[in-house]
């Protein structure tokens, strides 16, 4: 092998070396070029899902306020026609009480026109009467007690109703 020849397979070989080390610089500095965007991007990820995260928790935070807020609104609302019904089984209580012993006496307007329906109440009070106005007829006590009973019914009806809407227009303004 002749000297330029050697000399030429030496500055060949420096090239080769050049070029490989040149490449295994470029390689490692994108590397590192993409390991920091790769870090940057997943950061920017987590970032991301703590957010959400955060938006979820706020917002089922506040359903769970919401619903507190119904449950107990609801609770006093019931507890609220529960009071009411109790209240009016008493009075209706007092009142058949009443019927029973006499100390209340129900009557009924009596039509003295109608003279189809057989009833011959004279259409003014006796002389010793306290009654004065429309002739009335007293109920018997055990029709009475029915007929309070049928109001006792509808009336625990009407409360039940009430509450039933008062749960449907709460259960409303909760959406």
């Not at 119904?70 to 009071?83: F, G, K, M, P, V």
């Amino acid at each position: 092998m002749s000297f330029q020849t050697a000399k030429l397979l030496g500055a060949l070989a420096l090239v080769v070396l050049l070029m490989a080390g040149s490449a295994a610089v470029t390689w490692r500095w994108q590397a590192n070029s993409y390991g920091l965007q790769l870090a940057e991007q997943a950061r920017l990820h987590q970032e991301d899902l703590a957010a959400i995260s955060s938006a979820a928790a706020a917002q089922q935070r506040a359903d769970q306020d919401k619903r507190l807020a119904l449950e107990q609104r609801l609770a006093i609302a019931d507890q609220s026609h529960r009071q009411e019904l109790t209240n009016v089984q008493k009075k209706q209580d007092r009142l058949r009480d009443r019927l029973a012993t006499a100390d209340l006496r129900l009557s009924v307007l009596v039509d003295a026109a109608d003279t189809a329906s057989g009833c011959a109440v004279p259409a003014t009070a006796a002389t010793g009467g306290l009654v004065h106005g429309a002739p009335r007829a007293r109920l018997d006590p055990a029709h009475a007690q029915r007929i309070v009973g049928i109001t006792d019914d509808g009336d625990q009806g009407l409360i039940a109703l009430a509450a039933c809407q008062d749960w449907v227009r709460a259960l409303g303004a909760l959406r």
